[in-house]
Structures are given as structure tokens and as C-alpha cells.
């Protein structure tokens, strides 16, 4: 079993930066691709961001692209996500998630264990 969690959210003006981490605990070995995923209210949960398992792949939403970047420390056993040019329409809850596979992937189901998430709220 792997324990995520997440740290870093909190209240922030249109256009400023946050950055989120996610401290991955119990059985790491062998965690492949980490992504962050959202969930705003009254909508569904959406992919924001993946990576894979050595850090040299990444995918991004289109939503997060030039303003998003996820990072990870195999090390210590952390995944980051550095938002920059917050928006209103970022504001949501936001989740960390790990899976088995090695490659970076956008689809919820394949990932194995999830955080249980961090506000980010954006204000106007």
C-alpha cells in the first residue's frame, strides 16, 4: 500500500504561484508514473498533470500547459506541481495520484492510490 500526501494549497490572487507537494509513504518501491488531478464543485474530476516513473516524460492538460509544471524527487519520495498565472477557473480541489505503470498516463483508472487532496483557491 502506498500513503499520498498532499501539502502546498491555499488562498492566492488571480496571477500569482502556488506549488503543491505530494509525500509518497509505505511500500514506494516500484511506484511508477504520479499525476495531479482536480476536481473544482459541481464538476467532475479532470487530469491536470502526469509523470513517469523516471521523471523524463511529462503530460500535460491543456489547461496547464505553459503555466504548469509537475515535477518528482525519486528520492525522496515527492511529486510537486508549481502552478503559475493562477486563475479563477483553477480553483478546485487537488489530488495526488500513483500508479504501477511506468509511463505517464491521463486516465484516472490507472492509477492505483490517491491523496486525499489540497484546496487551491483562486481569487479574483
Known amino acids: 500500500q502506498v500513503h499520498l500526501v498532499e501539502s502546498g494549497g491555499g488562498l492566492v490572487q488571480a496571477g500569482g504561484s502556488l506549488r503543491l507537494s505530494c509525500a509518497a509513504s509505505?511500500?514506494?518501491?516500484?511506484?511508477?508514473?504520479m499525476g495531479w488531478f482536480r476536481q473544482a464543485p459541481g464538476k467532475e474530476r479532470e487530469f491536470v498533470a502526469s509523470?513517469?516513473?523516471?521523471?523524463?516524460?511529462?503530460l500535460y492538460a491543456d489547461s496547464a500547459k505553459g503555466r504548469f509544471t509537475i515535477s518528482r524527487d525519486n528520492a525522496k519520495n515527492t511529486l510537486y506541481l508549481q502552478m503559475n498565472g493562477l486563475k479563477p477557473e483553477d480553483t478546485a480541489v487537488y489530488y495526488c495520484?500513483?500508479?504501477?505503470?511506468?509511463?505517464?498516463?491521463?486516465?484516472?483508472?490507472?492509477?492505483?492510490?490517491w491523496g486525499q487532496g489540497t484546496q487551491v483557491t483562486v481569487s479574483s
Open positions: 495520484a500513483a500508479g504501477l505503470i511506468a509511463s505517464a498516463e491521463r486516465l484516472q483508472r490507472m492509477y492505483n492510490y
Open positions: 509505505g511500500r514506494t518501491f516500484g511506484t511508477g508514473a
Open positions: 509523470i513517469s516513473r523516471s521523471g523524463s516524460t511529462t
